[in-house]
């Protein structure tokens, strides 16, 4: 295990280990391997990699990716800026160039067009040819490129060209075990350890109930959600409502299920 000193250690964003999903991350930098990071919504991936970018000393540049990404926007463009045209750098040439640490958060959801410029950085050659200025960049050292995706709903569809998957070392992340998941709810939120004992029993009940129900079961982040709400001041039944059942359903006969787990765990809260 690395040492860190107390200054860095202080700076480190959060985060509760699941397995030996830092060790892995660690090792793929210092192999300059590109990184898929899978898992269902709220699970801890961009904590993940927000830890780990401090852990590394790299510079972190994040990208949620949208339907209409395209490669011009990770790589950047000319704008007229006082009548002259100037190049800027997109969040991914920036990256290249600084040694950074680049995620790009759902990945799926870009343009197609953007894989043409991740392939050559996710290989071997590490290269990314920025077409407009007629430059070609070698990636800096600490360069790593990061991406993630939530294997459920459409995405499935989508889902990855198979030679897009096979330039990176794939890990797969979970919802956390129970233990590592009342630790998160508890220092994430502040509240005590029989409130995160607490919801994460509702946590287990509504996965069991809700995997084959809805698109998407109540995440880690809900969790800490409701603890927060808790912990403001909000009773733990009312703040379960809120910040987990009506978050995962619109659909009435769902979420009288749901509700009746919420009481059957959390009672009048
Ligand atoms: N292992 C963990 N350590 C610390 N906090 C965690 C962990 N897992 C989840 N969390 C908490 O849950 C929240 C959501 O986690 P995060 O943003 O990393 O999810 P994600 O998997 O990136 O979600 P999405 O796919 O929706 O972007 C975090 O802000 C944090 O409060």
Redesign the pocket.
Known sequence: MEMHSARQLQELP?????GEECRLFEHAHTSRLPLL?K?????????????MAARLGRPLITV?CHDDLSAADLVGRHLIQGGDTRWFDGPLTRAVREGAICYL??VVEARKDTTVVLHPLADDRRMLAVERTGELLQAAPGFMLVI?Y?PGYQNLLKGLKPSTRQRFVALG?DY?APA??RA?VA??SGCTDAVAAQLVSLAQALRRLTAQDLEETV???L??MAARLHRAGLALLPACRAAIIDALTDEADTSAALHEVLRAVIGDG
Request: charged share 25%; glycine share 8%; with cysteine.
């Open positions: 959060y985060y509760e280990a699941q990071i898992g269902p919504t709220g699970c801890g991936k961009t904590r993940l990699v927000e830890h949620s958060d759902e993630s939530n992340l956390p590592v998941e998160i220092a994430e995440s880690t982040r969790l800490v």
